[in-house]
């Protein structure tokens, strides 16, 4: 295996690992500007990434893909606790929904940032392993965290963007809306399923390619 091949790889796994821990730490420390401990009596506020990991989301699906083929790696981390009726207490449904979105905060913050480190970089004369590994990195960064970002932004039970507009319903009494959410919840592993493993993921994910090459130089 060529140096470069390694280095892909490395960076791939590294950059898959600090969005989605990064990602759920946000989440718990959201919550604990709020007023909940849970996360962080919990541990869960660590950078430490075995307190983080899921066997399955970190480990095996991401194994799965590189194995197959993907063109690129996907996973989550092991959800951070929080009580979210002390969030609502302390700050309402607007800090339920900011707990909601933090991870997407978190992502597109760092995307951003890879962004324009890339955009003032050299990196058409790149003269070491170690520049390689480095601009590697930042590349891998910007597409993981615009892919686990926006897909965790889609309004689908159990995902980010599902309780933030089910939050913001119950914020507005818009009970109906609240009810809808309820009633598929059971069936949101199910219709996420039908997106990432048909067609239909061409037209979900289509965005994500255009935010890509918008951020990349």
Request: no cysteine.
């Amino acid at each position: 295996m060529e140096n470069s091949e390694i280095i892909n790889i490395a960076t791939k796994v590294l950059a898959l690992a600090v969005a989605i821990i990064g990602h759920e730490i946000m989440h718990g420390y959201m919550a604990y500007r709020y007023g909940d401990s849970t996360a962080k009596d919990a541990g869960r506020l660590s950078i430490n990434p075995l307190v983080h990991i899921d066997p399955v989301g970190t480990i095996v699906v991401p194994l799965v893909l590189f194995i197959s083929g993907a063109p690129f790696l996907f996973g989550w981390a092991k959800p951070v606790p929080i009580y979210i009726g002390e969030v609502i207490r302390n700050a309402g449904y607007k800090g339920a929904i900011n707990v909601s979105l933090a991870g997407i905060y978190y992502n597109f913050t760092l995307a951003i940032t890879a962004s324009i480190l890339l955009g003032s970089m050299d990196i058409s004369n790149i003269g070491s392993l170690t520049e390689l590994f480095f601009v590697s990195f930042i590349v891998q960064t910007l597409i993981y965290n615009v892919v686990l970002g926006f897909f965790n932004l889609m309004p689908i039970p159990p995902l980010d963007g599902s309780h933030a507009v089910s939050y913001f319903a119950a914020w507005n009494r818009w009970d109906k809306v609240v009810d809808f959410y309820n009633s598929i919840e059971r069936y949101g592993m199910v219709i996420l399923l039908l997106i990432i493993a048909t067609p239909l993921s061409n037209y979900f994910f289509a965005p994500v390619r255009y935010i890509i090459n918008f951020l990349a130089p």
